[in-house]
């Protein structure tokens, strides 16, 4: 291409895109998402906390006069369809998803709130098998129901059930980890196959039936996390580097839910004005999942998780961090798969399968299957 | 994955490179006519591989892209009737109408649903005996077979509740009118639509075979390569396409031999032939190209949602006159030579679909030129 059209830092004219309501997009993950938190939930609830935008918000300890622990907080909600799917149901993803939001910042998550939207008609027994998987879920996780809330709607006002749940945890001292923490040299690690929750669903909803069953990833991930602040220990980023404060340990982790690992990848480059180079067959994907990709023409990168990180660690630590993971029961299939650079900061590249180069773009809205 | 990573082989696309390098001595420009092959060429990387001498143009065969704005609108109408059940392949949600697009109506209150097949829509209208279900058919002569045997099904069923609104386009007609209208304009070739040869559409090509694209060749005297999707495919095609310029020839040659044959699928082109019959048809952004897509057969005009909604039919809409997409597919002007590209018109706001379509080649020049490339 011989143009050189300069669009580094360039924003969106129509924040709210010409959509005069809500649109499925809006809660995709993607850019529209993005845009509505930017334009219309970031200004008007302004404040350093909510500014942080990561997966949990974390709140100095100096707030209460003690000078070890922080503690992070985060809230999620789960309108998932159908509630039972191969692998998990909406229960389990309630606590899994809140306590993977705290695990993000290295918080040890301890309570829960549990809000539950209930659509007259709900069969009892659903119910109940929802809260009976919420609760062995919770003990899985290590956290508790603290406090809890239920409304009932209107029949043909809810998909049957919505779950709301809060978390609040403990960062132990000494634990920084957030987007922006991202640095050149750093290294991209995934801890397992993606895209397996999103075809998983998927499968169900569409009714597509494949030789073998694609299940849900759907897993608390703290105990995975904490091995590997633990083998990260000493990986400490020279003070002062690149005119930053120094970072210890593991420098970022997300989980890969909506919007999948391009999202994610995405969202560090932009908090931490950086780019990131993977290489696609680095990437674990299951054939299955993968084959499902082929047909249905999506890009595995796009597809949500629910059990599965991402983490930027600088290069000293990673291969001690990696075999933490691969020694882990949910990060068995763990792979470093690229690094951070100082070209293109907020773009994120892939090499293909073919040795080529590609960008790997935020999602729009909603993943749409191509035509042809 | 068996059968397809061979044809995403780094090893043998070096070795294929490395033979195009050798064979090219001077520029030549190749328009890729498949959105499906545009697709693969970009999520591969494969365009920024080639050698410096070789550009690609993105062609018009991407089915969202030459939807014309009307049959958009007309598809919005219809979406909006609180009777209908509007069922659609999942892409055409977010092309823009004149006004909205089918995600808007959505949630405006109108049923919207994406199906993978024409035979999933049938299932809806055969579970919703009170409503009518509408299917958008779209697309080329791949897509044909599949939408026909619905309308087939539909009216051997008795499903008198299932109707198609038709947009349906072809091959053949759309590389004579590229052809055409370049020569028109200066005698031989225009310069800023200059075509040396075409990679056909592996996928239409397997229904509808090569055959129609002798006269073309013989007509147009350029090189008709037929190519398949994977990198290795299109790789193969482009050699073969620039071995013939380099030699001067010109002949149609088939570069996706494991799918493609002469005659093509017949019962396949019986099945089109069945239900569909030629018309004029409205590309977006081209305007109307003499028999170049297929409408119903007057036997199945019950099925036949413009027929059925008659309302819809007066719709009439013109097209953003900022948008130059239809240069743009046309291989006439390059995405960043648009005044609106990157300002008004972006992946998330397009005004036209080559911005939304993810093989469109606006949306394609939008992600590439933030890398400066």
Known sequence: MTDKPNLLGWTCPRPLQNYPTIVMGHGAGGKMMADLIEHLFAPAFDNEWLGQMGDATKFDPSLWGTRDSSLAFTTDSFVVSPLFFPGGNIGELAVFGTVNDLAMRGAKPLYLSAGFILEEGLPMETLGNIVTAMAAACRKAGVKVATGDTKVVQRGHGDGIYINTSGLGIIPAGVDIGPANARPGDVVLVSGTMGDHGIAIMSVRE??????????????????????????????????????APLRGIHCLRDATRGGLAAVLNELVDSSKVGIEFDERKVPIRPEVNAACEMLGLDPFYIANEGKLVAIVPQETAENVLAAMCGHEYGKNAAIIGRVVDEHPGLVTAKTSIGGMRVVDVPAGELLPRIC | MKYIDEYRDADLTRKLLADLQKTTTRDWTLMEVCGGQTHSIIKSGLDQMLPP???????????????????????????????????????????????????????????????????????????????????????????????????????????????????????????????????????????????DGFLAAGHVCTVMGFWEYEPLVEKYKIPIVVTGFEPVDLLNGILKCVRQLEAGTYKVENAYERSVSREGNLPAQAVI????????????????????????????????????????????????????????????????????????????????????????????????????K
């Open chain 1, 207 to 244: 009714g597509l039936t494949f030789e073998t069953e694609i299940r849900s990833d759907t897993v608390p991930l703290y105990g995975l996390v904490e091995a590997m602040i633990e083998a990260g220990k000493g990986g400490d980023t020279p003070s002062g580097f690149d005119g930053h």
């Open chain 2, 53 to 195: 001498q070789i550009e690609l143009v993105h062609g018009p065969g991407c089915p969202v892209c030459v939807t014309p704005l009307e049959q958009v609108d007309k598809a919005i109408a219809l979406a909006s009737l609180p009777e209908v059940i509007f069922s659609s392949y999942g892409d055409m949600l977010r092309v823009p109408g004149s006004k909205q697009d089918l995600f808007a109506v959505k949630a405006q209150g109108g049923d919207v649903r994406i199906v993978y097949s024409p035979l999933d829509a049938l299932k809806i209208a055969k579970d919703n005996p009170s409503k009518t279900v509408i299917f958008f058919a779209i697309g080329f002569e791949t897509t044909a077979p599949a939408n026909a045997m619905a309308v087939l099904q539909a009216k051997a069923q008795g499903l008198g509740n299932f109707a198609v609104l038709v947009s349906h386009v072809t091959v053949p007609a759309a590389i004579s009118a590229l052809m055409d209208s370049s020569r028109a304009e200066s005698g031989t070739t225009s310069p800023d639509m200059k075509v």
């Open chain 2, 273 to 372: 032939k069945q239900v569909f019959e030629m018309t004029d048809r409205a590309w977006r952004g081209i305007g109307v190209i003499p028999m170049s897509g297929y409408k119903l057969r007057p036997e199945f005009a019950d099925f036949d949602a413009e027929l059925r909604f008659p309302e819809v039919q007066a719709i009439q809409t013109k097209e953003n006159p900022l948008c130059i997409s239809g240069l743009v597919l046309q291989g006439r002007k390059k995405p960043s030579e648009c005044a609106a590209f990157g300002k008004e018109c972006t992946p998330q706001t397009p005004l036209g679909a080559t911005m939304v379509s993810s093989e469109g080649a606006c949306a394609a020049y939008y992600r590439y030129g933030r890398l400066g």
